[in-house]
């Protein structure tokens, strides 16, 4: 099946499409879908000239079946940008097909062109497929780093 | 001392002071120093017309004691744009003066400016300075997140 699959970056025609499968996501990861306003910002911010992401679409037989988004992130200690993978998803009915590594292997591509020093992304504890793809392609847990956050309505406590 | 410290933008003129401290944070962190190649990199990629990073320094009395390195990610969930803070980092005979925390609330100022919906960052498991100030300020630890990096020597195996 994976030689049937072609990947299409996002573009005016096919935004909803890509909005409908960022929907699935949010419901895989049991997280609200994008509201209204959000949906009009990732719009504007990954079709604008100087996006702040980049997203492709899988698509087999006219059907969008899975995405990524990434964007570079920086390595200070590489001196190199980095690819961060901050989604890649597929549909369920069409999981353990081929399609994941094949949107895997276009970032690699991507991170290969923009002479990234390394691809990081992360994954929840609980999504045992992608932890298991992890594993299955040798990657890199880098379990001596924690990730932490600070939401933007906590920033007027530091102001 | 907080009161004395001012906060600098990286320029030609001080890189040699900023590049002193990155070595500095090389030793703390146990790492190799940046390569001459990779000074190189790290020169031309902060202060080009289109940065891959931003960076500033904490300056004491004609001194600079610390610094930052941040980027712009991006979170598709809250379709914002994220300030991911790669480095911070104060000598160690300027530490619990304030310093990290006004290197901090510059941080914050900055993702308000550029409407962040958070800010994010890495820190290592044993540095226990750090794991207390990011207690300290509330910030929330992502445990249910987990790490992963794929090397660019491992590149072609996907390719």
Chains 1, 2 share one sequence.
Request: net charge positive; aromatic share 16%.
């Amino acid at each position: 099946m994976s030689d049937e699959i072609t990947i299409e970056m996002i573009n005016d025609e096919n935004f909803d499409q890509f909005l409908k499968l960022v929907d699935m996501l949010a419901i895989y990861e049991k997280l609200n879908p994008p509201s209204e306003k959000a949906r009009h910002r990732l719009r504007k911010d990954g079709l604008s000239e100087c996006p702040k992401y980049e997203a492709y679409l899988a698509k087999f037989k006219d059907n969008y079946i899975g995405y990524i988004i990434y964007f570079m992130s920086y390595s200070s200690f590489l001196a190199l940008p980095s690819l961060y993978l901050e989604d890649i998803f597929v549909l369920k009915e069409h999981r353990n097909k081929g399609v994941g590594q094949k949107l895997f292997n276009f970032c690699v591509k991507k991170a290969k062109e923009k002479k990234c020093g390394r691809i990081e992304w992360h994954v929840l504890d609980w999504n045992k497929p992608g932890l298991k793809f992890y594993k299955k392609i040798n990657a890199q847990h880098m379990s001596e780093w924690h990730y932490y956050r600070l939401r933007n309505d906590e920033f007027d406590k530091f102001l």
